[in-house]
C-alpha cells in the first residue's frame, strides 16, 4: 500500500516513515501543503496521513481542494488538535477519520487497513474515466459530483463504453445495446446517438472515439488525437 505522509515534523515523519515501511507499507514523506497538493493530484496513493497545522497552506484548506477537484483518496487527520469543534471541522472538510497526537501506532495501522477497506469497497462501486463517474448500482453518471442529462439510449451506450474505458466495442454490439427495443432503427443511428453523447461529455476529461472498422471506445481524455479519431 502506497501512503502520502503529509508532516512537517521531521523527526515523526522519519519515525513515522521508518515504523510504516517495516511493516511493509510505501510512504512517500511531504513537509508541506503545497508539495502535498501537487502530489496529491499525481496520484498513486492509497491512503493520505494528513497534519493539519503544516506550513505553505492549512491542512483544513488542502483538504477542501481535494474534495473540490474531485479528489476522493482516503485521508486520515493526524494533529494536535483535539478539540471536538477540531475534529468536526477535519471531517466536515473532507477527512475520513481523526486521530490525535499521540497515538498507538497499533491503532494507526488498524485504521489505515479500515480506509483502504473501505476505499476498494467504494473503487468497486463506481467507475472511473477521466473526471466521468459511473455509480454501477443506480446507474447513474456524475461529473463534479453533478448527475450528467442523458437519454436512456446515450445511457446505455456510456454504460456499455465505460464498462471497459480503453476497449473497442463494435458498432453492432452497441446497436443491439441502445437500440434493442427498437426494431426500426438502421445500424447509422449509433453514430447519432454517438454525436450527441460527444457534447454532453464536455469537460469531463474524456474522449469518445470513432475507430474505423472497429467501433468506439472510451479513454481519458489526452493532448495529442489518433489520426482516425473523428472529430
Not at 477535519?90 to 489505515?112: H, M, Q, T, V, W
Not at 441502445?178 to 438502421?186: A, G, L, Y
Not at 469518445?208 to 479513454?219: A, E, F, H, N, S
Amino acid at each position: 500500500m502506497k501512503i502520502l505522509l503529509v508532516e512537517d515534523d521531521p523527526d515523526l515523519s522519519r519515525a513515522l516513515s521508518r515504523t510504516l515501511e517495516k511493516r511493509g507499507y510505501t510512504v512517500t514523506p511531504c513537509f508541506d501543503g503545497i508539495e502535498a497538493f501537487r502530489l496529491i493530484r499525481q496520484g498513486g496513493h492509497e491512503v493520505i496521513l494528513l497534519d493539519l497545522s503544516i506550513p505553505g497552506e492549512d491542512g483544513l484548506h488542502l483538504l477542501q481542494r481535494m474534495r473540490n477537484a474531485g479528489i476522493d483518496t482516503p485521508v486520515l487527520v493526524l494533529t494536535a488538535r483535539s478539540s471536538v469543534g477540531d475534529r468536526i471541522a477535519g471531517l466536515n472538510a473532507g477527512g475520513d477519520d481523526y486521530l490525535s497526537k499521540p497515538f498507538d501506532l497499533g491503532e494507526l495501522e488498524a485504521r489505515i487497513r479500515a480506509l483502504s477497506r473501505r476505499a476498494r469497497l467504494h473503487e468497486e462501486a463506481f467507475v472511473m474515466c477521466g473526471k466521468l463517474r459511473h455509480d454501477r448500482q443506480s446507474g447513474a453518471f456524475y461529473l463534479d459530483e453533478q448527475p450528467l442529462d442523458l437519454t436512456p439510449r446515450e445511457q446505455a451506450m456510456l454504460q456499455a463504453l465505460i464498462a471497459r474505458p480503453g476497449h473497442a466495442v463494435t458498432k453492432e454490439k452497441l446497436f443491439s445495446l441502445v437500440f434493442s427495443d427498437e426494431k426500426q432503427s438502421r445500424l447509422e443511428a449509433v453514430e447519432v446517438v454517438a454525436h450527441r453523447l460527444r457534447k454532453k461529455l464536455a469537460g469531463t476529461q474524456t474522449t469518445l472515439m470513432t475507430l474505423r472498422g472497429l467501433g468506439y471506445l472510451l479513454r481519458e481524455e489526452t493532448h495529442t488525437a489518433l489520426p482516425d479519431e473523428e472529430t
